[in-house]
């Protein structure tokens, strides 16, 4: 649509524009990346056009004019509930993936690396650093090193998922049980996505779930997906199984749209409809 904003032919369709300013963006069925479809109006949604714009990781969103970007950069952390945030400024050698800042009094955790730009690392030092750095999977550690730099965080990734880009780490551990890194955080391995995929459990309230499941942007529902399953579809199904052992009421990915149930329960019957399409697809 013509106006003030516009998105570029290098759009990698991560989906982070239509998730900050849904308002605004939208996928193209034909061409596959985001377009904006109706112009922002009012100051509201202006500001989560800006915010876009800034978290866009390849800068495919552009505008006619130079325009003052500071309100859309002062939206991250955005805040999603209970001292949780999405951290926007998405990396492109993470496809985009999003990360999330955990703000909890034992030491705040990182999940998943967002891009290292300066006004991030600085708000993330407003909120009190980062003493744990908690990487899903091997796609999505994009700046770690850059992090670890700033905050000396311990980084953790899974030991099956560890290569030249990550050797190093301060924490990689194995096998296949939970790991309880504090009374509140749980390290649950959920192989398929890829070999050393993890999920992280918050106060038995939040999945930070990866790419192993996510919230399906058209229709609304928990989704997995074969065609992106890296390692093993069988281990991811799983792996699914395995949550309905945990409580929680979000799922919070990498890729993909979170995903709220109205309470555990609701989640596990979310979860077990989603096997079921899961299992449907294995035969």
């Keep these: 649509m013509d106006g003030e904003f516009f998105v570029d032919q290098s759009c ?32 509201a949604e202006h500001t989560l056009a800006l915010a876009a714009l800034v978290a866009c990781p390849t800068s495919s969103i552009g505008t006619v004019h130079k325009l003052d970007v500071t309100p859309g950069v002062r939206a991250f952390p955005q805040p ?13 050698a993470s ?62 990734l899974h030991e099956d998922d560890v290569s030249a880009a990550t050797r190093g780490l301060e924490r ?11 009374d509140d955080l ?23 779930s990866g790419d192993h499941l996510w919230g ?6 928990l989704a997995a997906s074969r065609s992106v399953c ?15 052992a945990h409580r929680f009421e979000w799922v919070l990915p990498g890729h993909g749209r979170p995903f709220k149930a109205a309470s555990p329960a609701a989640m596990r019957v979310e979860l077990s409809r989603l096997l079921d399409r899961m299992r449907a697809r294995s035969s």
């Design 12 to 43: 990698i369709d991560c989906e982070t524009c239509r998730q900050l300013a849904p308002a605004s963006f939208a996928r193209s069925p034909a061409h596959g990346q985001s377009f904006v479809f109706r112009q922002p109006t009012g100051e």
């Design 80 to 92: 999603i509930a209970d001292g949780v945030y999405y951290c926007g400024f998405a990396a492109e």
């Design 95 to 156: 496809f985009g993936a999003s990360s999330y800042l955990i703000r909890r009094p034992g030491g705040n955790v990182l999940v998943d690396s967002p891009r290292a730009a300066r006004p991030l690392m600085r708000r993330l030092e407003e909120l009190g650093g980062v003493l744990t750095m908690f990487l899903t999977h091997r796609d999505d550690v994009a700046d770690h090193a850059e992090f670890h730099k700033r905050f000396g965080c311990a980084r953790m």
């Design 172 to 182: 990689t551990p194995g096998g296949s049980e939970p790991i309880a890194l504090a």
């Design 186 to 208: 749980l390290v649950i391995p959920v192989p398929g996505h890829t070999r050393g995929s993890c999920a992280l459990l918050y106060r038995e309230r939040f999945l930070f």
């Design 216 to 221: 399906d942007e058209d229709d609304g529902h």
């Design 230 to 244: 890296w390692y093993s579809w069988r281990e991811q199904v799983r792996s699914v199984e395995k949550l309905l």
